[in-house]
């Protein structure tokens, strides 16, 4: 089986190759931006036609929240355009797309974990592209898993736990939000999900499913576990967001129902903080 892998240089792609060697039966093809651009349609034509994927998994996106609101175009092109390129090639090769998509594309004035039917939202311009993404995928073709996900975090790419130990490195103290909930999800935990539906027998079941790590916290929480589990000693305040603006509104709750995708495909998860500690970090 050929599986081809978008954004590979990103924290999700070295995430997946990280545990390729797992998963001997796979044949991965992992394409970074200057292999792939998905926003030339011609160029997804071509490396489609080259490699023959069986599966394509686009964890390529634009991802700086608050960047994305200065520039509205780029994170269109990227996580609208580039999504509905890939998902025309992936129809016109016959291939299975796996898209990521995230928890932002709700509003957060939930209380209790959303589901996969519940009404998208997003606030911000990050937000609204990707939730435009899942839309174009979904206006080509079915033949698509789309994967929403939160608070990725691993030993690769930029994190949020990697800005933490930074800063803690630089600071004596730091604040840190309390009034915003999520999961944080470890993204070779993410990978071996995404893996689980591609060696799945029953990988025709398509549509949209939530996946992270069980349980929830916020900002403020997570932190405190990044520098405890790392053994830094730091002094770390609790702030509400109101003393912490950004030019993209968060999600004040994002914490996601992961029922279905246990269900369908076995999927077993992992509390964030029994993954947090058990990770390579």
Not at 38 to 53: L, R, S
Not at 54 to 65: E, G, H, P
Not at 187 to 204: F, G, H, P, Q, R
Not at 242 to 260: G, I, N
Request: one cysteine or more; a neutral charge.
């Amino acid at each position: 089986m050929v599986v081809l892998v978008t954004g590979a240089s990103g924290q999700l792609g070295q995430a997946i190759q990280f545990v390729a060697e797992n998963y001997p039966n796979i044949n991965f093809v992992s394409c970074s931006s200057s292999d792939l651009d998905i926003t030339n349609k011609e160029n997804c034509n071509f490396v489609f036609n080259k490699e023959n994927p069986d599966f394509c998994i686009n964890t390529a996106a634009y991802t700086a929240v608050d960047k994305a609101e200065s520039e509205p175009e780029k994170a269109h092109l990227i996580n609208c355009t580039g999504a509905r390129n890939l998902a025309k090639a992936c129809k016109e090769f016959n291939v299975k797309l796996i898209h990521i998509s995230t928890d932002f594309v709700f509003d957060g004035s939930k209380n209790k974990p959303y589901n996969e039917t519940d009404l998208p939202n997003p606030k911000g311009v990050y937000g609204k592209t990707k939730l435009e993404g899942e839309i174009a995928i979904q206006e080509v073709f079915d033949a698509y898993y789309i994967i929403r996900t939160s608070w990725v975090y691993s030993q690769f790419g930029k994190n949020f736990m990697k800005t933490m130990l930074r800063l803690a490195s630089e600071r004596t103290s730091l604040s840190v939000v309390r009034d915003q909930i999520g999961t944080p999800t470890n993204a070779v935990d993410l990978a071996n999900a995404i893996l689980k539906i591609v060696e799945s027998k029953t990988n025709n079941q398509f549509g949209i499913y939530n996946f992270s790590n069980e349980g929830q916290c916020s900002w403020f929480d997570f932190a405190k576990k990044i520098f405890e589990i790392n053994q830094v000693k730091i002094d770390v305040t609790p702030i509400p967001t109101t003393q912490f603006p950004t030019p993209a509104e968060r999600p004040k709750y994002s914490v996601l129902d992961k029922t279905k995708i246990q269900s369908v495909f076995g999927v077993e998860i992992k509390s964030w903080e029994e993954s947090f500690r058990a990770g390579v970090i």
